[in-house]
């Protein structure tokens, strides 16, 4: 039987840990575009959020030998893909002093049923310019969790896991964010209410 016949995850990250980078491919690929969006959603740069998700994937086999045994992929690989993206922008902030990322969200937003209406259009165009503007301005903590609760869909706990806390941490860290998101689009030119 091939090593990348084998479905459960468990199984493939001790194949991985014996060096195995078979094993490796089907849990690069299950995480891909996960991996890809949220680091989009953090650094807003789609070269460097594939840039970054691949590092990521890299570090992963590279030291896949500290993964617990009995541990979940993804919590895991989601510190190291973090700690990449926060290291990024910090680095980045340092070689520009003025001016915010730009961030490029279309992929990580869902159509909706009158996708192709012009006026429907322009003005999805323009708030999603506005959110995406407003998510930039927020600290990297309370932008990551606004990614991963509004673009991810995770569950607090599935937050909590990711980010080695606590839920009532992460529903801290999320009320206090989407309030100052809140702030910042009602401060935005042309301001509405939002409500998150």
């Not at 979940?72 to 893909?81: A, M, R, S, T, V």
């Not at 006026?119 to 959110?131: A, F, I, L, W």
Request: proline residues 4%; aromatic residues 10%.
């Amino acid at each position: 039987m091939p090593i990348c016949a084998c479905d459960d995850e468990g199984q493939l990250l001790q194949q991985c840990r014996r060096g195995s980078r078979e094993a490796f491919e089907p849990v690069v690929k299950r995480y891909t575009k996960d991996a890809y969006r949220i680091a989009l959603g953090l650094v807003g740069s789609r070269d460097d959020a594939m840039e970054l998700s691949q590092e990521a994937f890299y570090r992963a086999f590279v030291n896949i030998r500290h993964l617990k045994p009995h541990a979940k992929f993804f919590p895991w690989f989601y510190q190291i893909l973090r700690n990449l993206c926060f290291s990024h922008l910090r680095k980045r902030r340092l070689r520009r002093t003025s001016g915010l990322p730009q961030f490029d969200g279309e992929e990580l937003t869902a159509a909706g049923g009158d996708w192709f209406d012009p006026h429907m259009v322009v003005e999805r165009t323009e708030n999603k310019d506005r959110v995406w503007q407003s998510i930039a301005r927020l600290s990297p903590k309370h932008r990551e969790v606004i990614i991963l609760r509004h673009f991810r869909d995770m569950s607090y706990e599935q937050m909590a896991e990711a980010l080695f806390c606590n839920k009532g941490t992460v529903m801290s860290r999320l009320y206090h964010a989407r309030k100052m998101l809140k702030e910042i689009l009602e401060n935005s030119k042309g301001g509405h209410a939002y409500d998150l």
